[in-house]
């Protein structure tokens, strides 16, 4: 037995570095951490940040035809929160099923807030409030659940200033954004500040941290366009990751505000033409994000009570808007806006039909928060899936796509 081992033992290290490390990169994340046992050999090919890039990629590549869909996302429970990822598989005859893991995130039970995710990492935040409202301590991480680390960036330029304290603190209004600079290989977090008055806004910054850099800079406010008119409104909701930047709505306005991590810059992306022509007849809040590489906005018709969902094929062209589905109702309809589909139901997949993706064919997953549904654009049926077992009826917050990564912010560039 002894002599079998060390042959094995052999052969492994008789095998090329170039061989051991095309093998390792193209395992599961999981399997690669277990496979840092085997050798000091192996360890130091899996810890250097040209496999950690090799593996991101591939295993990015791979979760784009992968039909399995992983989201992390929030639970907020009596005690506390918790953060889970839950996995929709289809099973043999193509109806999904769910799988659920609970992350024992960083704060134990204090509350958390999810803010984004991108290559593995989440953005959380942690705050500690003073009585009267105003958070006394805020921390802010970026916390990779695969490797079990996390990093609490510096703490932020104070960005309100001492002539902003006459409003009332609960006025304040705290967004942000998370994302990749793949031209400069670095982190980024933009962190949003406003003080408003009867949704008017009075005061905002805004501030960019650059992980590379490990610093905050104040860059201009957030643009907005002459549809908005003379009323600065806030923003709402946090920045969502689609094409190298991160994407707002603000208020009252009818374009999307894109921030381009690698330029640090503003710019204007038009609605879809129905929504810029009749902005009246839809409903004031929407959902809008990434959905399978498109950017996509969802909003409510005021008088028919129905949900429309358009996609952006080709980013920053504003003809390649197209509605993809029309929602009357759900076969399941959701305990906090029981009269119908309402922006609760949030679209996480597409799967383009064969007829090239247009609005004709393909199927589209919602999630309304407790439940999964599979709509058929076609046909226009609805399957749905399992409850999520263990929370179905807690309020989620921050669900957002998720996939398992070696990404460690530690590293420094290196073969």
Request: proline share 4%; aromatic share 12%.
């Amino acid at each position: 037995m002894m002599t079998s081992s060390k042959q094995h033992s052999d052969e492994c290290r008789q095998l090329p570095e170039d061989v051991i490390e095309q093998v390792l990169v193209r395992l599961p994340c999981k399997t690669v951490l277990r496979f840092r046992c085997v050798s000091r050999r192996w360890k130091a090919i899996i810890q250097t940040k040209f496999f950690v890039n090799q593996h991101l990629a591939i295993t990015a590549a791979e979760s784009k035809s992968n039909p399995n869909i992983t989201r992390v996302l929030e639970v907020w429970e009596d005690n506390g929160s918790c953060i889970h990822t839950v996995t929709l598989e289809p099973d043999m005859i193509g109806k999904l099923r769910t799988k659920e893991l609970d992350l024992n995130h960083p704060f134990g039970k204090h509350v958390a807030g999810i803010h984004g995710c991108c290559n593995g990492l989440i953005c959380l935040t942690y705050s500690e409030y003073h009585t009267a409202g105003a958070p006394s301590r805020h921390r802010l991480l970026l916390w990779n659940p695969s490797i079990r680390k996390y990093w609490e960036l510096r703490q932020p330029i104070r960005f309100i200033t001492s002539a902003d304290h006459k409003f009332d603190p609960a006025s304040w209004n705290f967004v942000y954004g998370f994302g990749y600079d793949d031209l400069n290989d670095d982190y980024k977090v933009v962190k949003v500040v406003e003080s408003s008055h009867f949704g008017v806004r009075i005061h905002q910054q805004v501030g960019v941290y650059s992980r590379k850099l490990n610093s905050w800079k104040l860059i201009e406010k957030m643009p907005t366009s002459a549809a908005a008119g003379q009323i600065d409104s806030t923003v709402t909701g946090d920045g969502k990751l689609v094409n190298n930047a991160l994407h707002w709505i603000i208020d009252c306005d009818i374009y999307f505000v894109a921030f381009d991590l690698r330029t640090d810059t503003y710019r204007m992306i038009p609605q879809p033409d129905e929504v810029m022509k009749d902005r009246d007849s839809m409903a004031r809040d929407c959902s809008y994000g990434d959905l399978q590489g498109c950017l996509y906005v969802m909003y409510g018709h005021k008088a028919t009570a129905s949900l429309h969902l358009w996609i952006m094929k080709d980013y920053g062209v504003k003809d390649s808007w197209t509605k993809i589905v029309v929602l009357e109702d759900f076969p399941r309809r959701s305990w906090y806006y029981p009269k119908g589909p309402t922006r609760q139901h949030i679209p996480i997949a597409y799967i383009r039909g064969g007829g090239g993706g247009g609005g004709g064919s393909g199927k589209v997953f919602f999630d309304d928060r407790s439940c999964v549904y599979g709509y058929d654009i076609e046909t226009q049926t609805f399957e749905n899936c399992p409850p999520y077992s263990s929370f179905s009826l807690c309020v989620l917050h921050g669900e957002y796509s998720f996939i398992s990564t070696l990404v460690d912010l530690d590293l420094t560039a290196q073969r």
